[in-house]
């Protein structure tokens, strides 16, 4: 009798849940794919607009990776920022809370942009565990915080940057920008400028989430 009543309870928790629309695109507005369902605290369906973009001696590159699956409500009102001199991503997240909402095309606001007042330290560098840092950045919107993010790819290949940071994106210790990587991470204070910005290696952290980086391309 236990064992009928769990198995009903099962069915009508799975009947109640949200069903969403998982798929991913590369510089695209929409995308399709399979329906989940989605379970706390991921209960919302949502969709992530990746945007990273890259000035160098041949202009500007930019990449955007369109995502659609299930969510926090916390992603939603919280935009994930992180501006340096040279590399920028913006990370926005839109959700709905109907079944098959997040299906069809999105279109999007643009994030605040006004300077908030603080300013930090600014670098980027390839294929390297430090970054001098030569330059500031003024910070916009909801960028309260000061960081370092190093990212390493599969195989070795490494970035650094540092720069002014969201919330949201000092929260997840850079994994909402360099999704795919074994990320190493750690806080840094606000430096003088031709500083040199290093690890330090007691306050490493290693996070490995699927998505893509360009940035490690070009």
């Not at 009543?5 to 590369?26: D, F, K, N, R």
């Not at 942009?113 to 840092?133: I, K, W, Y």
């Not at 909801?142 to 290949?157: D, I, P």
Request: contains cysteine; proline residues 2%; hydrophobic residues 30%.
């Amino acid at each position: 009798m236990m064992f009928v009543l769990a198995v009903c309870s099962a069915l009508l928790a799975a009947g109640g849940a949200l069903e969403c629309e998982v798929c991913y695109a590369i510089n695209s507005n929409t995308c399709s794919g399979h329906y989940e369902h989605c379970k706390s605290p991921r209960a919302r369906c949502t969709v992530t607009l990746t945007e990273k973009t890259l000035q160098n001696d041949n202009g500007e590159m930019r990449s955007v990776v369109l995502e659609k699956s299930c969510g926090s409500v916390h992603s939603c009102s919280h935009p994930a920022t992180l501006t340096t001199e040279e590399f920028r991503v913006r990370v926005t997240t839109m959700c709905c809370s109907q079944n098959y909402c997040n299906n069809g095309t999105v279109s999007w606001t643009a994030l605040n942009s006004t300077e908030n007042g603080l300013s930090c330290p600014s670098c980027f560098a390839r294929n390297s565990q430090t970054c001098d840092v030569k330059s500031h950045v003024n910070c916009t919107g909801a960028e309260n915080h000061c960081v370092q993010y190093s990212a390493t790819r599969e195989g070795g290949f490494t970035i650094t940057v540092a720069g002014c940071a969201s919330e949201s994106m000092e929260r997840s210790n850079g994994g909402i920008a360099f999704r795919g990587s074994s990320v190493a991470v750690h806080g840094m204070q606000n430096k003088n400028n031709g500083d040199s910005v290093r690890h330090n290696a007691l306050l490493l952290s290693f996070l490995s989430i699927v998505t893509i980086l360009p940035i490690y391309s070009q």
